[in-house]
């Protein structure tokens, strides 16, 4: 028992068979999966660099990112992660006005979580960077009016939309 527990240690568990199966059936959908997300996150990157109340996209597919044409060379697809940062305004400083989006958003899902299929949002300062000092947070780029969106393969409508309604909201 010694040495599988030690084995178990370095090599992860075992999965039970209807978690392999889950598995199993889940890779049969991954391209497809992975191939709608790029789409969606490209296609959402562009609405939103040109809307008004946010003050600039971060994606490796857009041409306003620095590294736009090294991503161009080494990617098949850009991902589907994407950050935008908000403009403040009379109403609300950036992070207020951050988390008034994530809040009003009715498609996507403010968790912080990966993987599935529905797209979630998060503020970086409450989540992921909660426990940067300031000086950390700069030297990394992290600003208070940062959303992280981890877009999923709903209709792409459907996604511009509710981030739009959330946006005019601020």
């Not at 939103?48 to 041409?63: A, D, F, T, W």
């Not at 991902?79 to 940062?85: N, S």
């Not at 947070?137 to 969106?149: D, F, P, S, W």
Request: glycine share 8%.
């Amino acid at each position: 028992m010694k040495r599988v527990k030690a084995l178990g240690k370095y090599h992860g568990g075992c999965a039970d068979p209807f978690a392999a199966y889950l598995l199993g059936r889940s890779l049969k959908t991954f391209e497809l999966r992975v191939h709608r997300q790029n789409e969606n996150a490209f296609a959402l990157a562009q609405r939103l660099e040109k809307n008004k109340k946010v003050r600039r996209v971060i994606y490796p597919g857009l041409v306003s990112h620095p590294q736009f044409q090294i991503a161009k060379k080494q990617m098949t697809g850009f991902g589907g992660m994407v950050t935008m940062e908000v403009t403040s305004s009379r109403k609300y400083p950036p992070v207020e006005a951050a988390a008034k989006v994530c809040d009003n958003l009715k498609v996507a899902v403010n968790a912080m979580s990966l993987g599935g299929v529905e797209t979630l949002v998060s503020i970086p300062v409450y989540s992921s960077h909660v426990f940067m000092s300031d000086e950390e947070l700069k030297r990394h780029g992290v600003t208070a009016g940062m959303i992280r969106i981890s877009v999923g393969v709903e209709g792409i409508e459907d996604l511009i939309e509710d981030f739009e309604q959330a946006l005019d909201i601020i």
